[in-house]
């Protein structure tokens, strides 16, 4: 090959071989993104924030889905549960998340004028157990639920 040939070759087939491989990666590095984008909604934690007004502190909160695996869910279960649930004898409405909405849920551990936590049945629990209940309460109230976005339908 001439020098001259070389030059020509180099400089259309050199940066056409050149343009197809940028394009090729640039594809590949779109998709790769996509994919791991995929990933990390369906493995990571939705983050949210709650002020929490009797500790005035600001809550971030990490949950998986409906964070029904979580220990505000389970302080909930075990210790609101074990009366506001169907069919009780302690007098208690049936309570579960969308009972009432995230401002709703807010109001009843801030102001806490609600029977039971007067009469002293929320006594077993420490404000951080509170905070979290409510936190996860919050996370799931009234209104929260939407269809569309996938990291909130489980
Ligand atoms: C020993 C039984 C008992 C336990 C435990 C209990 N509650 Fe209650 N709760 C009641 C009763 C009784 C009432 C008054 C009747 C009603 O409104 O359901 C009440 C009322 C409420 C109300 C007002 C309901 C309304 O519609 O206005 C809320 C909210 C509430 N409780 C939340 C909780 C939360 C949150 C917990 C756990 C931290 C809890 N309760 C634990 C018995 C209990």
Redesign the pocket.
């Known amino acids: 090959m001439s020098q001259a040939y070389r030059n020509l070759w180099i400089s259309k087939g050199g940066t056409e071989v050149g343009k197809k491989r940028y394009l090729i990666f640039a594809v590949a590095f779109v998709l790769a993104g996509n994919m791991s984008l995929a990933v990390a909604a369906v493995t990571r934690p939705a983050v949210g924030k709650r002020y929490d007004k009797t500790t005035g502190m600001c809550r971030e909160l990490h949950f998986y889905n409906s964070g029904w695996v979580s220990e505000g869910h389970d302080l ?1 279960r075990n ?2 549960k ?3 649930n169907h069919n009780n004898n ?4 049936f ?1 579960y998340s969308e009972s009432f909405t995230m401002e709703g849920w807010n109001r ?1 551990f801030y102001k806490k004028n ?3 936590a007067q009469d002293g ?2 006594g077993k ?1 420490s404000q951080e157990q ?1 905070s979290r ?1 409510n936190d996860y309460l919050y996370w799931n109230a009234f209104g929260t639920y939407d269809a569309n976005t996938a990291e909130r339908c489980g």
Do not use: D, M, Q, Y
Request: glycine letters at 4%; a positive charge; charged letters at 15%.
């Open positions: 909930f210790n609101c074990t009366c506001h302690k007098g208690a409405r309570l009843v609600v029977k039971c049945s929320w629990l509170l209940v």
